[in-house]
T-cell receptor
Framework: EPEVTQTPSHQVTQMGQEVILRCVPI?????FYWYRQILGQKVEFLVS????????KSEIFDDQFSVERPDGSNFTLKIRSTKLEDSAMYFC????????????FGPGTRLTVT | QQQVKQSPQSLIVQKGGISIINCAYE??????FPWYQQFPGKGPALLIA?????SEKKEGRFTISFNKSAKQFSLHIMDSQPGDSATYFC?????????????FGKGTHLIIQP
């Protein structure tokens, strides 16, 4: 069964450093999303992406964040200058059709900012 | 107005019993209501979803009940099994024409006792 994959599974970085989280969405999906989950809290929407541009973003997705689809398979989330409060699980998701439609989540990347 | 309120925060059910988790929303533009199941260390997995043109949807042991006038929906797990022990999130989204993000509830930690 096709699935969303994410790398790395765990990333530790120092405050102020840039990090790039990578995702490979399901191959025939066209819509891509990033969510985050701070430990013990709910999953929060960050951004959605379609046709090489941002479709929707939340208030969390400020100028420190950017997304890119550098090739035909990868989808990345970049955090330019990490803060302690960026520590969270980051989930990538993809869907075949635009919202509202089934979104399939990857296993996540645990980001720890020290 | 974007919130989805979920209860209870935690739930213990005996094996074979019925687990019931409730959610309420405020935004009347929401028209897609999925439930996700999350095991520790994993990403949320789509369990079942409903749109407001029906009041109930059943898939195996999982049933969503939807009350549009009350702006409430619930997940019922019949014949609950220890393998159902997980965190369950309700979510909601709207048909915005683009890649709309999901608004999640805070989650319910379900434990099924053998």
């Amino acid at each position: 069964e096709p699935e969303v994959t994410q790398t790395p599974s765990h990333q530790v970085t120092q405050m102020g450093q840039e990090v790039i989280l990578r995702c490979v969405p399901i191959s025939n999906h066209l819509y891509f999303y990033w969510y985050r989950q701070i430990l013990g809290q709910k999953v929060e929407f960050l951004v959605s992406f379609y046709n090489n541009e941002i479709s929707e973003k939340s208030e969390i997705f400020d100028d420190q964040f950017s997304v890119e689809r550098p090739d035909g398979s990868n989808f990345t989330l970049k955090i330019r200058s990490t803060k302690l409060e960026d520590s969270a699980m980051y989930f990538c998701a993809s869907s075949q059709l635009p919202g509202p439609y089934e979104q399939y989540f990857g296993p996540g990347t645990r980001l720890t900012v020290t | 107005q974007q919130q989805v309120k979920q209860s209870p925060q935690s739930l213990i059910v005996q094996k074979g019993g019925i687990s019931i988790i409730n959610c309420a929303y405020e935004n009347t533009a929401f028209d897609y209501f999925p439930w996700y199941q999350q095991f520790p260390g994993k990403g949320p997995a789509l369990l079942i979803a409903i749109r407001p043109d029906v009041s109930e949807k059943k898939e195996g042991r999982f049933t969503i009940s939807f009350n549009k006038s009350a702006k409430q929906f619930s997940l019922h797990i019949m014949d609950s099994q220890p393998g159902d022990s997980a965190t369950y999130f309700c979510a909601a989204s709207r048909s915005g024409g683009g890649a709309d993000g999901l608004t999640f509830g805070k989650g319910t930690h379900l434990i099924i006792q053998p």
